[in-house]
């Protein structure tokens, strides 16, 4: 039981990962806060942060990491698997809407 539940906190910590890190590095954000700190941030280092997916992943499953492990040995190791899991899931194509017309049919 208790691997289950170690199991569901990775689970849930890599999808928050994702979620955040996407929020960050890839959308524009509720009312555009997201794309006006990008901006204002310019080519700053925090700024060219926020424009790479992998940095940003990094930085985001840190906390998370302390969240799913107690040990520092532990942590380092989740911290990193964190973002890896962040980082593939990123890799899942995303099913886009088709924008031509219907196809003709012979």
């Not at 990123?90 to 196809?103: A, D, F, L, N, V």
Request: aromatic share 8%.
């Amino acid at each position: 039981m208790d691997s289950m539940k170690h199991l569901l906190r990775f689970g849930v910590a890599a999808l928050a990962t994702w979620r955040l890190t996407h929020l960050l590095a890839n959308e524009d954000g509720p009312a555009d806060i997201i794309a006006r700190a990008r901006e204002r941030l310019g080519t700053s280092e925090l700024g060219e942060l926020m424009d790479c997916f992998h940095c940003t992943s990094l930085w985001v499953a840190m906390p998370f990491a302390f969240y799913i492990a107690k040990k520092p040995a532990d942590r380092l190791a989740a911290w990193l698997a964190l973002s890896a899991a962040a980082c593939l899931l990123q890799e899942i194509p995303s099913k886009e809407p088709e924008t031509e017309g219907p196809k003709e049919r012979s």
